[in-house]
T-cell receptor
Framework: GDSVTQMEGPVTLSEEAFLTINCTYT??????LFWYVQYPGEGLQLLLK?????DKGSNKGFEATYRKETTSFHLEKGSVQVSDSAVYFC????????FGTGTSLTVIP | GAGVSQSPSNKVTEKGKDVELRCDPI?????LYWYRQSLGQGLEFLIY????????KSGLPSDRFSAERTGGSVSTLTIQRTQQEDSAVYLC??????????????FGPGTRLTVT
C-alpha cells in the first residue's frame, strides 16, 4: 500500500545553516505530496505542496521538488532561523491520506 | 474567521468506558477528516467524510471506533470500551471540496485522550 518514510529526528542546526529533511514515498497512481509543519503549541498547518511530478512547492524559504524517478519529496531551506524550530511532517494523498512520523527541528542561535 | 475547533482538549477516562470527541469544522468545508497521533508515531488516518457521500472508514482500527457527521458540519468520533492503546492525540481537519489533493487541510488543536 501507499506509505511515506521521512528522516528520523531530532535535528539540531545552528542559525543560517542549510536544512534538508528527507522524505520518500511509495504509491500507486499519482499522489499529491505535502509538507506540514507544527510549531510549538500550535496545530498542524500546510507548509507547501506539489501535485504532479517535477512540481516544486515553496513557502517561507522552504522548497521541495516532487521527484517521481526517485520517489522523493525532500524539504530544503538554505538558511534556517530560530523561528523555524518545529516538527515537520511529510504527507501523501492518494487513495488515502498518509503522514510520516515527523521530524523535530531545533535551530539554535 | 474561526478555525477548526475540537472538544474536549483533554480527556482522561478509565479503561472500558466510552468516550466521544467532537469536531467543529470551518464553515463551508465539505470534507472532514479524523486522524490519530500516538507517541512517536505519525498521523494515522481514521475516517474521511465528503459532503453527502458515504464516509471512507477504511482507517478505523477496530469496530470500537465509529464516527458520524450531522448536518454536514459537526462530527463526533466515538470510542467504545476504551483500551490503553487508544491513548493518543485525536486530530480533526477539514477542507474544501474536492479534498486535500487540491485544497489545504486545516487542522484543529486536537484532543489528548488518556486511558488509565
Amino acid at each position: 500500500g501507499d506509505s511515506v518514510t521521512q528522516m528520523e529526528g531530532p535535528v539540531t542546526l545552528s542559525e543560517e545553516a542549510f536544512l534538508t529533511i528527507n522524505c520518500t514515498y511509495t504509491a500507486t497512481g499519482y499522489p499529491s505530496l505535502f509538507w506540514y509543519v507544527q510549531y510549538p503549541g500550535e496545530g498542524l498547518q500546510l507548509l507547501l505542496k506539489a501535485t504532479k511530478a517535477d512540481d516544486k512547492g515553496s513557502n517561507k524559504g522552504f522548497e521541495a521538488t516532487y521527484r517521481k524517478e526517485t520517489t522523493s519529496f525532500h524539504l530544503e531551506k538554505g538558511s534556517v532561523q530560530v523561528s523555524d524550530s518545529a516538527v515537520y511532517f511529510c504527507a501523501l494523498t492518494g487513495n488515502q491520506f498518509y503522514f510520516g512520523t515527523g521530524t523535530s527541528l531545533t535551530v539554535i542561535p | 474567521g474561526a478555525g477548526v475547533s475540537q472538544s474536549p482538549s483533554n480527556k482522561v477516562t478509565e479503561k472500558g468506558k466510552d468516550v466521544e470527541l467532537r469536531c467543529d469544522p470551518i464553515s463551508g468545508h465539505t470534507a472532514l477528516y479524523w486522524y490519530r497521533q500516538s507517541l512517536g508515531q505519525g498521523l494515522e488516518f481514521l475516517i474521511y467524510f465528503q459532503g453527502n457521500s458515504a464516509p471512507d472508514k477504511s482507517g478505523l482500527p477496530s469496530d470500537r471506533f465509529s464516527a458520524e457527521r450531522t448536518g454536514g458540519s459537526v462530527s463526533t468520533l466515538t470510542i467504545q470500551r476504551t483500551q490503553q492503546e487508544d491513548s493518543a492525540v485525536y486530530l480533526c481537519a477539514s477542507s474544501l471540496w474536492p479534498g486535500p489533493a487540491t485544497y489545504e487541510q486545516y487542522f484543529g488543536p486536537g484532543t489528548r485522550l488518556t486511558v488509565t
